[in-house]
């Protein structure tokens, strides 16, 4: 799941995130797919250079010097844009060394995901990310081949090119192929399901988890997104399971709050008010 930032560090990714903004808007569609492949790249370095890390995230050294080192590491690997991305960061504030790794990776996600919303491709991208994260955590032996960081790197992305094939967006690719690379000590289903919440996050919307023992149909589920988006006030995107041990029903879950509407629950719920 998503890495909790202290609080200096919150404010220095929420402002990065919003000049980040500023840029996709105005970028193309090739330029941000080359601003999310570097900045990738940065984080990928910064995971393995730690004196580097360090330095660059030392609010003790002064940020003219924390960012004259950026650019003489990264000028020649790095585009104007992302090179500007990568000085914004280490000109901030930074509670741990870790946490300007966490905000170069979820830079770089925003960038790459920005492409998908300009292609129009965001909705599908978010699916297809939330249907990987299932199948990884169906199929244990292949999420422990893609995490397994003792394997060569390079043989980790071509089992998930085999696994993936011509099914998904460039971008969804994109995205898994770095956290098998990346792993960062995370379960692939977990990292999978952040990024789904991330996609749908960039279309203004909350993301509820629907468990439901039966298939529902297309107008059920209609009438559950406009139900949910009245409840939260909020446009809502719907990831939906089948769990048959639930019996009836339906159960929901919206961050951490959880609607337990199920005939389980219910009858769970029974048992526990029985006097013992």
């Known amino acids: 799941m998503a890495v909790v930032l202290p609080a200096t560090s919150r404010e220095s990714l929420a402002e990065a995130e919003t000049r980040l903004d ?8 090739v ?25 660059l995230a030392d609010s ?7 960012t004259q ?55 599908d991208v978010e699916d297809e990310l939330f249907r990987f994260g299932r199948i990884v955590d169906r199929e244990s032996q292949l999420a422990t081949l893609l995490a397994d960081t003792s ?7 071509d089992l998930l090119n085999t696994v993936l094939g011509q ?20 379960h692939l289903e977990w990292a999978a399901e952040e990024l789904s919440e991330l996609a749908a996050a960039r279309r203004d919307r909350y993301v509820a988890h629907i468990a439901t023992p039966v298939a529902l149909t297309p107008r059920q589920e209609q009438q559950l997104t406009a139900s949910l988006s009245r ?10 399971e089948q769990d048959p041990s639930l019996l009836g029903g339906l ?4 961050g951490g709050e959880v609607i337990d509407g199920s005939v389980s629950g219910r009858i769970n719920a029974a048992r526990r008010s029985l006097p013992r």
């Open 22 to 29: 500023s840029r996709v808007d105005s970028a193309s569609l």
């Open 31 to 55: 330029e941000l797919g080359v601003l999310g492949e570097q900045l990738f790249a940065v984080m990928r370095l910064l995971l393995t250079e730690m004196t580097l890390r360090r330095y």
């Open 60 to 66: 003790s050294v002064p940020a003219a010097h924390r």
């Open 69 to 123: 080192l950026a650019d003489q590491v990264f000028a020649r690997q790095l585009g104007r844009p992302a090179l500007d991305t990568i000085s914004d960061l280490v000109s901030a504030r930074w509670s741990r060394p870790s946490d300007l790794v966490e905000a170069v990776e979820v830079l770089a996600r925003r960038a790459t995901l920005g492409v998908a919303e300009k292609d129009g491709t965001l909705a």
């Open 151 to 157: 394997a060569p790197e390079d043989a980790r992305v």
């Open 167 to 186: 099914k998904v967006r460039p971008v969804t690719k994109i995205l898994l192929t770095q956290i098998v690379r990346a792993p960062r000590g995370r």
């Open 231 to 240: 409840l939260y006030g909020r446009p809502m995107s719907l990831q939906i």
């Open 251 to 254: 159960v929901v879950r919206v």
